[in-house]
């Protein structure tokens, strides 16, 4: 029997739910495929696991930090600290949980921490590390009922910038898309919580991006054009940014933004740290060399843009570069409307 599917049974303390709670959830139904080339992306990335950068978000640092897990787990405790994630029993759904570094954290703080998240490598090292984690897209959630309700908090931390496409914004769906995830985030989270809060961290643009820049090949534009890191970026990971004040808008009528928080510079700093990592990996670690060469063999296509994209033009640095960076990195606080019947 997987972890997934194991019964966890505990009281919810505080959360006015008086019987015993069952975790037994099933695996939500498939209700739209998700995009290929954000799946693709993380079997590709799945090198840098062997490296143990197994934490894919910004990070928050202080003068004194040595190393990339101080700020990660800074950033893991403000997450777990802002849906209020500090008593034992507390239900914590993940959207794009990753490798489970923020379940492992939330389970370490007597959570019952359940992911979501599409990509099969990081599903099942969480489920070989015990973490309860479903391999879906989170946008199956909508119409998964036996979920409704069942958490105190949600957070998806570093997964919403893959969740509309360029093809979205083109047919004028991107809005629709945000907006239906605030819905489900909305269904996810038990009506009795009292100041329920659901987290996102999500990296925003800050200068014009045309979706048609991100679907054109990046060969064809400009050496060192915004468009073209925009491409190389897009081609390698799928995805598209929203812009400051647009998730805030998409939130209603589920969300109020309650808190803003600007963390482009822990973010940068992480990423520093994980191309240190990277490039040492190249003479150091043979496992990391057999998975990028084993990428090159089954996936030529997305892999040459990814090593073209992160070690040749390092678009994926650019992001956070100069005083007026590309993108910004913004965490929000989102506080659950009850009055909306979701
Ligand atoms: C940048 S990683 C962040 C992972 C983790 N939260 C962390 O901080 O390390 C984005 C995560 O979102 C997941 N993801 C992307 N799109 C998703 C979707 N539509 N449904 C579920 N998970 C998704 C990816 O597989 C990946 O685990």
Request: proline share 5%; glycine share 8%; charged share 25%.
């Amino acid at each position: 029997m997987s972890i997934a599917q194991k019964i966890i049974s505990v009281p919810a303390e505080g959360s006015g739910f008086k019987s015993p709670l069952g975790f037994a959830l099933p695996q939500p139904k498939s209700r739209i495929i998700p995009k290929k080339l954000v799946k693709l992306c993380y079997t590709l990335v799945h090198a840098c696991e062997t490296l143990k950068i197994r934490d894919l978000a910004d990070g928050e640092f202080r003068p004194a930090d040595t190393t990339l897990e101080q700020g990660i787990n800074r950033q893991l405790n403000y997450l777990l600290d802002e849906v209020a994630c500090n008593r034992p029993g507390f239900r914590l759904l993940e959207i794009g949980s990753g490798y489970g570094n923020l379940l492992k954290a939330a389970k370490e703080r007597g959570a019952l921490a359940v992911g979501v998240n599409i990509s099969s490598e990081q599903v099942k090292f969480c489920n070989d590390n015990g973490l309860q984690t479903y391999q879906c897209n989170y946008r199956d959630l909508l119409n998964a009922k036996e979920w409704y309700g069942k958490f105190d908090g949600v957070i998806a931390n570093g997964s919403l910038e893959h969740w509309v496409q360029p093809e979205d914004v083109l047919s004028g769906k991107m809005n629709d898309i945000y907006n239906e995830s605030f819905q489900i985030a909305h269904k996810m989270i038990d009506p009795n919580v009292a100041n329920a809060r659901y987290v996102t961290t999500a990296i925003h643009v800050n200068r014009e991006v045309k979706p048609e820049f991100l679907l054109t090949p990046w060969y064809k534009q400009p050496k060192d054009s915004d468009r073209r890191h925009f491409s190389l970026l897009h081609n390698w990971m799928g995805g598209y940014y929203p812009v400051s004040g647009q998730l805030e808008e998409c939130a209603q009528p589920y969300f109020s933004l309650e808190k803003e928080m600007d963390g482009t510079l822990g973010y940068k700093i992480a990423n520093d740290y994980r191309m240190a990592r990277m490039m040492r990996g190249w003479y150091t670690n043979p496992r990391m060399v057999w998975r990028i060469f084993s990428s090159f063999l089954r996936h030529y296509q997305e892999s040459r843009v990814m090593f073209q994209c992160y070690f040749v033009e390092k678009s994926w640095d650019w992001q956070f570069l100069g005083e007026d960076p590309p993108m910004k990195l913004l965490r929000h606080t989102w506080k659950l409307n009850s009055s909306s019947n979701g």
